[in-house]
Structure formats: C-alpha cells, structure tokens
C-alpha cells in the first residue's frame, strides 16, 4: 500500500542528506501515516482513513467536511473499511467506462 495521505495527497519527498563536508547523499522524507476511524454524522457512519499526523490536527480543528472541500475530494471516496482507496479507482474506472460507451 503506497505511503499517501487520503485526505491531502502527500507522499514521500525526496532530497538530499548534507554531511558536514558538504557531501550530498539521496533520501526519502516519508510521511507519518495513521490509520484513523472518523464518524460522519450527517451520514450517520464511521470510515476508516489513512491520514498523516498533520492532516490529523487540522481536522480536529476544522473538521471533515471543511477539510474534504478545501483539497478537493468528495465523501463519496470515504468508503467504510480497507477498501477505500479501492473503491476511488474503480469509481473512477467505471465513470470512463460509461463515458467511452455513450459516446460509441
């Protein structure tokens, strides 16, 4: 399972590790991931996301649907359980698949 957050989309960075002669090595800056259950109470169910710490405090301070509108995803994707990054691309999938059938 790729190291991304549900909510913002940040994933490893990569950079440089700096000795102190200057000498410039390759690294990863990986993201620190939770998986966090939230309960959506205008849908009155509980989901289960992979979000990073940071998203964490954010949402504990603006709350989900405010959060959902400003990096553009929709409640829809938040799907119960282990398969909600499943779900988004096969939404995805089967949007184009009725796109490519109308049009024919």
């Known amino acids: 399972?790729?190291?991304?957050?549900?909510i913002?989309?940040?994933?490893?960075a990569h950079g440089n590790t700096v000795s102190h002669s200057h000498i410039k090595t390759k690294r990863t800056f990986k993201v620190n991931l939770i998986r966090k259950k939230i309960y959506i109470p205008h849908e009155n169910r509980w989901v289960s996301l992979r979000i990073s710490t940071r998203m964490l405090r954010t949402l504990n301070k603006k709350g989900l649907t405010s959060l959902?509108?400003?990096?553009?995803?929709?409640?829809?994707?938040l799907v119960k359980g282990k398969n909600a990054i499943r779900a988004n691309k096969s939404d995805t999938q089967s949007t184009t698949a009725d796109n490519t059938n109308k049009q024919s």
């Open 8 to 12: 913002s989309g940040k994933k490893t």
């Open 68 to 77: 959902i509108k400003k990096y553009g995803q929709d409640l829809k994707v």
């Open 1 to 6: 399972m790729p190291r991304i957050c549900q």
